[in-house]
T-cell receptor, first 114, second 108 residues
């Protein structure tokens, strides 16, 4: 399996809901990433996990809570989101998280917050 | 702070014409630079990276540290090259900083 998979593909939630986004890879990669991409904008890094430890948090609001239960799985827990959080959420993985690594992206989860 | 600039939002060329997508960066250290591409309805994927010094699908990019540029070039554009192209920079933090992207449109 040489792909990063993300579920769900689409998610609509209210501002009081709690939901989670899931990302999975079985390439043996030890670094995993969450990016946020607004319409017609480039991806913006949110979090980096390296060897299941959070190594970078780009000052993301606490209503976004990442979790890396094991080396293949990455979750993003969502609570009390705002309409401006509506975006495409991309997950990526890379072999070791070195700067020269290729990052492999999933197809994204399109989130709409009502 | 590091920054990546792609000055053109849209580049439209005819099939067979040369293509150059511009990318400039600001970073005082030794950056790792990448070009990522997103074809219609497909996921973002790596096209090439400067450290490999390779040609992928006829595209090449040379890192010019003096001009802090990493322009993407192809001598003869094909219709299947139409896509969104992002230049990206990693300063060793294991975090990519993307440029705003250039949409390449190759007309028949």
């Amino acid at each position: 399996d040489t792909e990063v998979t993300q579920t769900p593909k689409h998610l609509v939630m209210g501002m009081t809901n709690k939901k989670s986004l899931k990302c999975e890879q079985h390439m043996g990669h030890r670094a995993m990433y969450w990016y946020k991409q607004k319409a017609k904008k480039p991806p913006e890094l949110m979090f980096v996990y390296s060897y299941e430890k959070l190594s970078i948090n780009e000052s993301v609001p606490s209503r976004f809570s990442p979790e890396c239960p094991n080396s293949s799985l990455l979750n993003l827990h969502l609570h009390a989101l705002q309409p401006e959080d509506s975006a495409l959420y991309l997950c990526a993985s890379s072999q070791t998280g070195q700067g020269t690594d290729t990052q492999y992206f999933g197809p994204g989860t399109r989130l709409t917050v009502l | 702070a590091q920054r990546v600039t792609q000055p053109e939002k849209l580049l439209s060329v005819f099939k067979g014409a040369p293509v150059e997508l511009k990318c400039n960066y600001s970073y005082s250290g030794s950056p790792e630079l990448f070009w990522y591409v997103q074809y219609s309805r497909q996921r973002l994927q790596l096209l090439l990276r400067h450290i490999s010094r390779e040609s992928i699908k006829g595209f090449t990019a040379d890192l010019n540290k003096g001009e802090t540029s990493f322009h993407l070039k192809k001598p003869f554009a094909q219709e299947e090259d139409s896509a969104m192209y992002y230049c990206a920079l990693d300063t060793g933090r294991r975090a990519l900083t993307f440029g705003s992207g250039t949409r390449l449109q190759v007309q028949p």
